[in-house]
């Protein structure tokens, strides 16, 4: 069964479609990385794959469910960052992953039990007793990717997870992604360092203005100039479609 799934999304905020009819998919056990400028699409697709935002045409599927028809026993599989990352300003650290971990099914003792295991694995400990409203941006990037992981769910969707993060906070982020991969998870995780995703990514695929336009080889080398080299190449060949619409909404 596929772990996640757009086909042919379509999402449009007044005459901008976000979403162009992009389809992409994530295997249980893969770390599939998308891709692309600002304004790609790459936050949105993840959006509605979690049901923060509704396609106006196509399909969302989570572990094989339509987004639409998913209930809790589904939603309890899936982890996700987007946008922000979860916090409960008011709560501590420690709380706020017992609580995350118990709103997605885990027993108060073993959501006890993995906040103290996740607080250690993402070096917190400092800041455990520490409510969240006074973290870094870092730190709070790494009680996000806790409140996530720490029930362990078959799909992780992470947009920018590097965000904010340090030298140090990224290898422990690559070490959570390779590790829920390795142990059957499905990874969707947009970056735009292309470096890092190389180094953990089995699929790289390049979205732009809401289409996908390409894939990249994770490993190859000058992976930049080849991503600005498939953008280019798209819009060269689609200028006057580009140029058309950018006058229709003038």
């Not at 772990?3 to 007044?14: D, F, H, K, T």
Request: a neutral charge; one cysteine or more; proline letters at 4%.
């Amino acid at each position: 069964m596929t772990a996640l799934e757009l086909r042919g999304a379509v999402r449009a905020y007044g005459g901008l479609r976000a979403l162009d009819g992009l389809s992409l998919a994530v295997e249980p056990g893969e770390i599939h990385a998308i891709i692309g400028l600002n304004g790609a699409g790459k936050t949105t697709a993840m959006k509605a794959l979690v049901g923060h935002t509704r396609l106006d045409s196509g399909e969302a599927r989570l572990l094989g469910t339509p987004v639409a028809a998913a209930g809790p026993s589904t939603l309890s599989r899936l982890g996700f960052v987007i946008d922000q990352p979860f916090g409960y300003p008011e709560l501590t650290v420690r709380d706020n992953i017992v609580h995350a971990a118990r709103l997605h099914g885990l027993a108060r003792d073993a959501a006890t039990r993995a906040a103290s295991s996740w607080i250690a694995r993402l070096e917190l400990e400092p800041w455990a007793g520490r409510r969240a409203r006074g973290l870094s941006l870092g730190n709070r990037q790494r009680l996000g990717l806790a409140c996530a992981a720490a029930h362990e769910p078959d799909l992780l969707i992470l947009d920018e997870p590097t965000n904010a993060l340090d030298p140090a906070g990224v290898l422990l982020l690559r070490d959570v992604i390779v590790a829920a991969a390795d142990r059957g998870a499905g990874v969707l995780v947009s970056s735009h360092h292309l470096d890092e995703v190389s180094r953990i990514a089995h699929r790289i695929t390049v979205v732009h203005a809401g289409r996908v336009v390409g894939a990249l080889e994770p490993g190859q080398a000058d992976l930049e100039h080849r991503f600005f080299e498939m953008v280019r190449a798209w819009d060269a060949g689609h200028r006057d479609d580009v140029l058309a619409r950018q006058e229709a909404h003038a």
